[in-house]
Structure formats: structure tokens, C-alpha cells
């Protein structure tokens, strides 16, 4: 494999995979934060 | 009189032996000291770099990191080669990160993708300037903005150039409040930088905050496994912060253990930066090509930030996007300070600390995914 394509195969797949990721966990959060809500307690606590 | 110049002779065979590259070298190792503890230009690192180059480089010390038995060779073998140091690093890291801001607002997480672009850019400069595969990608993470991350990939690949490779990293990360605002200001107009956000943390609760570190160590290592041991330690170091019940380990992990690496870590770093490997154009050019992976970062950031802005018509301010980098907590500094600057009424802090906190995740996952490809193409790590 040349060098060029060894450098766009490297940026396509790396920053796709990097930029799914982090979406994958934004929706992960997402989902933990209406799963587990802020209590009561917790908001009066600060 | 023979014994007088034979012991002569034996005291003055350092002298002797000083060959002009180490005594540039030692040169070098004084000027580091210099900055770090007249300027204080980064001295937790910069005094056990400085002085490693120092040890290392005077002649018939068995200090440098080649020298087979010698202390440091000690460290750099159990320590570096191991990937020891930067995983070490790494608990310290994730203890003292506080992602709740990141948490409070997770669309910010995405920039911390964004602000690793640099990289993949830097990869194929580096490419076209000749450099092999296994070097350009040591190159091109210094973009990471991520000391640790620099020296875990660069062992891996290219360990002659990890002296380069980690200075360049460190040097810049320190220096983001000088590379960034003008890439930030060039890029923006003063109405978009001073845009106002919503201002005050949403805070969630105690139970996602523990399971966040939980879900995406489990989450990030399924998909790129060579990232593991950084990714673990970050996560891990996290969780036992906000776990609550380990304040002992907590403390020792963010201060005594990080404060011991980062010594050892420094010492390595100094004495492997022997005159014979690093006194070369190379150098130079993986100096220059860091400098251009970071602002590049910087640039890919701040154009995702005009973009969001855009999306969102006016909610997001662009300079977020520069705070996509993992150099934590200067980039979140560097946004706010800008922010403040184009409105004193801004107040941009926390969401561009929670973009930082998603930079040190993009870091990791950007770097465990070249590793992946890496190894997916054959071409492996150095044993």
C-alpha cells in the first residue's frame, strides 16, 4: 500500500471511528441521565 | 610517578571522553533547568528533563538511558518499555478529572473528537516528508495534546524518536495559551466569539457519575482494544474518585503517585536525549510538524464550534471548539479567557472544560484506534 493511501485509510477510519465513539457516548449519557434522574436530596445537597 | 599519571589520567578521562554533542547536550539540560526554575515555565517537568539530560549525557556516568544496568536504564526499561509510566499517569489523571461538567451538557463531548483532527492531518504530512509509517504516527500524535498518550504510541512505533516525541508534546501542551487565541481570533469574527451561552452547571446525579467512567471503559475498549491500558487507568482512577468510598487511593493516585511518575517520567525522558540521536534535522522537523498538529487542532475545532453554531442558530459560542484538545485544563482557560475578552459577560468555562474532558477521551480513543489500524495492516508494535 502506498504511503498516501495508508494516510487517508488512517484519517478516514481514524477520525470515524473517534467521532462515533464519542457520539455513541454522548447518547450513553444521555440515557444514564434518564435513567438515573437527579433526586430530591441531591439537588438540595448543591 | 607512573601511578601519579595513571591516576591523573583516570580523573581527567571524563574530560576526555566529552565529545561536542554532549557537551551541547548538557548545555541543552542547563537551559531546561533555567526555564523551569527562573522562568517556572512548566518545572514539574522541566527541572527532571533538564537534569536527566544532564546526568545522561555526561560521559562515563552509565546515566543514560543506554546504559545497560545503569539507574536509568532501570527506569526506562521497567517503567517505559512497559508502558508503566503513562498508564500510572493515567490513574492520576482520571482522579483528578471532574467529567461532570461534561456529563451536565454531553453534546460537548463531540468536540473533544474534533480537536484530534490534527492529527490524522499531521500523519500525512508527515508521511510526505519521508518519514516511515511507524515514525509519522508517533509524529503525528503529539497532536493529542497528551504527553502519556505521545510516549504510549511512540514506544510502541518509534522509540528513537521518543525523546522528540515527548518534549515536543509536553513543551506544546504548556504553550496552548500562546498557540491557540490567534487561530481563535483568526477564525472568528468578535460577534461569534462573543456569544453568549447558558450559563450555571446542570448537574446530574451521583449514580451517572459513577457509572459514566464504568460504561465507557467497557464501551471504548470493545471498540479499540489497544487503547486498553490508558483508557482502563483513566477510567479506573475516575471511578474510584467519584465512587466516593476510596478517598485514600483517590489522594494518593492525584498527588503522591502522579507527582513520583511524573519525576521518573521526566528523568527518562531527559537521559535517553542523548546528542548522537537527538541532535539531528529530524528533531527539528518533529518539533515543527507538533506545532502544526496542535494547530491544526485548534483550527478543526474551532470550525466544528462555527458549525454547531450554526446548527444550534447562536447557542453555541465557536470557541468551545478549541477546547477539543486534551491539553486540560489550559484549552477550557484559553476559551474562557478569549470569550471574556470579545464580552465581559461571558462566561464560558464550563462548557469548554467539558469539551476538554471529552478531549482527553478523543485523545485516547484517536490514539487506540491508529494502533488498531496499525495492527489491523501487520504492522506491529516493536517488541
Known amino acids: ?46 | 610517578m607512573d601511578v601519579f599519571i595513571s591516576a591523573l589520567s583516570s580523573l581527567v578521562q571524563g574530560f576526555a571522553s566529552l565529545t561536542w554533542q554532549s557537551a551541547i547536550m548538557v548545555l541543552l539540560g542547563c537551559v531546561l533547568l533555567y526555564l523551569g526554575v527562573a522562568r517556572k515555565f512548566e518545572p514539574l517537568l522541566l527541572v527532571p528533563i533538564g537534569f536527566g539530560v544532564i546526568l545522561g549525557n555526561l560521559p562515563l556516568a552509565g546515566l543514560s538511558t543506554h546504559d545497560e544496568g545503569g539507574i536509568m536504564n532501570l527506569l526506562y526499561t521497567s517503567g517505559i518499555l512497559t508502558q508503566l509510566f503513562p498508564c500510572l499517569m493515567f490513574l492520576g489523571l482520571g482522579a483528578m478529572i471532574d467529567f461532570g461538567p461534561m456529563l451536565g451538557n454531553p453534546r460537548v463531548l463531540i468536540f473533544g473528537a474534533a480537536g484530534q483532527f490534527g492529527i490524522f492531518l499531521t500523519l500525512l504530512l508527515a508521511l510526505q516528508l519521508g518519514f516511515v509509517r511507524q515514525e509519522a504516527v508517533s509524529i503525528a500524535i503529539i497532536g493529542a495534546c497528551d504527553g502519556p498518550t505521545a510516549i504510549y504510541v511512540t514506544t510502541k512505533y518509534a522509540r528513537e524518536l521518543l525523546p522528540a516525541v515527548s518534549i515536543a508534546a509536553y513543551s506544546y501542551m504548556s504553550l496552548v495559551p500562546i498557540i491557540q487565541p490567534p487561530i481563535m481570533r483568526a477564525l472568528t469574527t468578535k460577534k461569534e466569539r462573543a456569544i453568549l451561552m447558558e450559563p450555571g452547571e446542570k448537574k446530574v446525579s451521583q449514580r451517572v457519575k459513577i457509572l459514566f467512567p464504568l460504561v465507557t471503559g467497557i464501551v471504548t475498549i470493545l471498540i479499540a482494544p489497544m487503547g486498553a491500558p490508558l483508557m482502563g487507568m483513566l477510567m479506573l482512577g475516575n471511578f474510584m474518585r467519584e465512587s466516593g468510598v476510596l478517598e485514600r487511593l483517590v489522594d494518593v493516585s492525584e498527588s503522591t503517585l502522579t507527582n513520583i511518575v511524573t519525576l521518573f517520567l521526566g528523568l527518562c525522558i531527559g537521559a535517553s536525549m542523548l546528542g548522537g540521536n537527538f541532535l539531528r534535522w529530524q528533531t527539528i522537523l518533529v518539533f515543527i510538524l507538533g506545532l502544526v498538529a496542535i494547530a491544526l487542532d485548534t483550527v478543526t475545532g474551532v470550525l466544528l464550534g462555527k458549525l454547531m453554531m450554526v446548527i444550534t442558530k447562536g447557542k453555541i459560542n465557536p470557541l468551545i471548539g478549541a477546547a477539543g484538545t486534551s491539553a486540560f485544563p489550559m484549552s477550557a482557560r484559553v476559551v474562557q479567557k478569549e470569550g471574556q475578552k470579545a464580552n465581559p459577560r461571558s462566561f464560558l468555562l464550563f462548557h469548554a472544560v467539558g469539551a476538554n474532558a471529552g478531549g482527553q477521551i478523543g485523545s485516547v480513543m484517536a490514539a487506540a484506534v491508529m494502533l488498531a489500524i496499525m495492527s489491523g495492516m501487520g504492522i506491529a508494535p516493536l517488541p
Open chain 1, 1 to 46: 500500500m502506498k504511503d498516501w493511501a495508508f494516510g487517508l485509510t488512517m484519517t478516514v477510519m481514524g477520525m470515524g471511528v473517534t467521532f462515533i465513539t464519542l457520539y455513541l457516548l454522548t447518547l450513553l449519557i444521555r440515557l444514564l441521565i434518564r435513567l438515573f434522574p437527579r433526586k430530591e436530596e441531591e439537588e438540595s445537597k448543591g
